[in-house]
């Protein structure tokens, strides 16, 4: 199995691609060990020094290093768990997860926003190692949820006011600011 890595905008993560389907489906976000108990890939990755957070996605795993840490000691650790991981066989979650949000009983305008986040948005992070979620839409403010190597990302910021703000504030009249939430 070979296993390519790359890097992403937030140099605290790398992008780790298995080369296999890592989630069926949706995106699962694991900030500590304690809340990984569903996934055994994202526990045996904590087990490593210096991980403080994994984001798996559709076809690739995310991991986060702490400050302290460095990749020159952390990667080849990580690379080789994934490796072991997937070569065995091993299940990548216990469960389905989350529940899918069906969008029932959203406003046409929300509808529209997770529409734009779906289709526009979703991929372009994704290529980077990261996800971000719709949260809410409350008095023309829309509220993400920054995921993966979103979190914490240097040019998050700018992501969100430039990007992100300018596509939804042209299609969606009514989103006045986009804001970041944990």
């Not at 389907?21 to 500590?32: E, I, K, L």
């Not at 020159?72 to 899918?100: E, I, Y």
């Not at 409350?138 to 700018?158: D, K």
Request: hydrophobic share 40%; glycine share 10%.
């Amino acid at each position: 199995m070979f296993i390519q890595t790359e890097a992403t905008p937030n140099p605290a993560t790398l992008k780790f691609l298995p080369g296999t389907q890592v989630m069926t489906s949706g995106t699962a976000n694991f900030t500590d060990a304690a809340s990984a108990s569903q996934s055994p890939l994202a526990l045996r990755l904590f087990e490593i020094d210096g991980v403080d957070g994994i984001f798996l996605g559709g076809d690739f795993v995310t991991v986060t290093k702490g400050d302290d840490a460095a990749w020159d000691v952390v990667k080849p650790r990580v690379l080789a768990a994934v490796m072991d991981h997937f070569t065995q066989g091993l299940a990548v979650m216990n469960s389905s997860g989350d529940a899918a949000d069906d969008g029932e009983g959203d406003s046409e305008t929300v509808k529209q926003i997770k529409e734009l986040i779906e289709t526009r948005v979703r991929p372009a992070v994704a290529q980077d190692g990261g996800d971000i979620v719709f949260r809410s839409f409350e008095e023309g403010v829309v509220y993400l949820h920054m995921q993966g190597s979103c979190a914490g990302c240097p040019s998050s910021t700018a992501t969100l006011k430039n990007g992100i703000e300018n596509m939804l504030r042209h299609y969606v009249p009514e989103v006045v600011e986009v804001r970041a939430v944990n």
